[in-house]
């Protein structure tokens, strides 16, 4: 139980730095004298590095094991949060996009892996829940430093934050190794569960090694007997739900990372009063995985999924009404509709990745969807970048909405595949 409290609080700070850019950008472009699109370009960069450290991230744990990796990572993402308290110009910004970024990465690969490998699908939303506490934490205290126009206040504040939470990891390395201790001695472990604790780099034991290396062999001979066929179309799966990761993130990240331009610049809200709307986004995300925890307790992921997808169709029609006077009111609400309706999407596709991709593969295939994940936000977000600096960001709405429409063309397709092919 501590090693998963331990857990949580990495992924709190996992989402720390995730929403402080979006809520500064206002204030931080016109303090350099930027345009307003240079934004996705930051963005850009940090995700690609976040998405060459989840695609490096099975070899590195297998190497280092999840409990290292996740607590230098951690630190790697407070380094960078310390540079941008410390920044004069944008070139100092996007040298600290890459300790943010590929802290980031290694991070998100990891857990996400270990928890759907060694905890169900309650603690899988109860972990995306944290990170959604960490991206609305955030915004919460850059608002307060925000009224004095201090941005780089709120780096500071969330650096220390950062700072304990690495600590904290640090200190719990014992208990990851105790843990690898007691799936070593299981029993009823087999071969198949020997390999993944190899690809996840739970366990530096030359007898479980021996293990995992045996069970590789099977699967090539399986494969070379022709066994291995439903292997195939799960791969093809994959490809569709990549593209699902890709596009629901880059819904989050937009709403989170422009939903404050949006209402300052389109609707005419104070700075300090829109990142406190994105700070209720954030929130509403959190809530979102936190009732997800709860109900899939009764209810099945693709269920929760499904009904998730409802709540964001209903947010963005809201978006989309001309209210007027209303509009940022209404704006706001919508907002955190969308946040609670997309939040539990991610962590239930996150656990059923065992189920579809097999568990012996489920780092490697957990690697490809986190990179996935980070591509929809590095190139969405510059792109709409330049359409807010094209049309006005004005535009917004209509974004979310297409990018919503892809989003469930590409989910219903990985679900009429998995359900074919009994992957889920």
């Not at 915004?139 to 220390?160: Q, V």
Request: hydrophobic share 50%.
């Amino acid at each position: 139980m501590l090693l998963l409290v331990v857990i949580y609080l990495a992924f709190i700070g996992l989402g720390i730095p995730d929403s402080l850019f979006g809520t500064a950008w206002p204030i931080i472009y016109r303090e350099y004298g930027l345009p307003v699109s240079l934004a996705g370009a930051v963005t850009m960069f940090s995700c690609a590095c976040s998405a060459v450290s989840s695609l490096m991230s099975s070899r590195v744990i297998s190497r280092f094991g999840t409990a290292r990796c996740a607590a230098v990572s951690t630190g790697l993402t407070a380094i960078g949060l310390l540079g941008y308290s410390l920044t004069q110009n944008v070139v100092m910004i996007f040298a600290c996009c890459i300790p943010l970024g590929f802290g980031a990465g290694a991070i998100d690969a990891a857990l996400n892996n270990y928890v759907a490998l060694h905890f169900g699908a309650s603690q899988m939303s109860f972990l995306h829940c944290c990170y959604g506490v960490g991206v609305t934490i955030s915004p919460f205290i850059m608002s307060l430093t925000l009224k004095d126009g201090d941005w780089r206040g709120g780096y500071r504040a969330a650096f220390f934050i950062q700072a304990v939470i690495t600590v904290a990891v640090f200190l719990s390395l014992p208990l990851w190794h105790e843990k690898r201790g007691r799936a070593k001695s299981d029993k009823k472990q087999s071969n198949e569960q020997a390999a993944e604790t190899y690809e996840t780099g739970a366990t530096e034991s030359n007898q479980s090694e021996a293990a995992a290396d045996s069970t590789v062999e099977t699967v090539a001979d399986a494969r070379a007997e022709g066994r291995a066929k439903p292997k195939k179309p799960r791969l093809h799966g994959l490809v569709y739900v990549c593209f699902v990761f890709m596009l629901a993130c880059a819904i989050e990240v937009i709403v989170g990372g422009w939903g404050s331009t949006y209402l300052v610049d389109a609707l005419g809200q104070n700075a300090d009063d829109a990142a406190l709307v994105v700070t209720f986004y954030y929130a509403g995300m959190a809530l979102g995985r936190f009732v997800s925890g709860l109900l899939a307790q009764i209810w099945s992921s693709r269920r929760i999924i499904k009904v998730g997808c409802t709540i964001i169709a209903v947010a963005i029609v809201v978006l989309l009404l001309p209210l007027g006077d209303a509009a940022i009111l209404t704006s706001s609400v919508a907002m955190f509709l969308i946040g609670f309706g997309n939040g539990p999407v991610y962590p239930n596709l996150v656990h059923m990745t065992p189920q579809s991709f097999g568990s012996a593969n489920s780092q490697r295939a957990m690697g490809a969807q986190m990179a996935s994940a980070y591509v929809g936000t590095m190139l969405f977000q510059p792109c709409f970048g330049l359409l807010a600096q094209l049309f006005g960001a004005g535009i917004f709405p209509l974004c979310i909405a297409v990018l919503f429409a892809m989003m469930i063309v590409f989910l219903a397709l990985y679900l009429f595949s998995a359900s074919k092919n009994k992957a889920i």
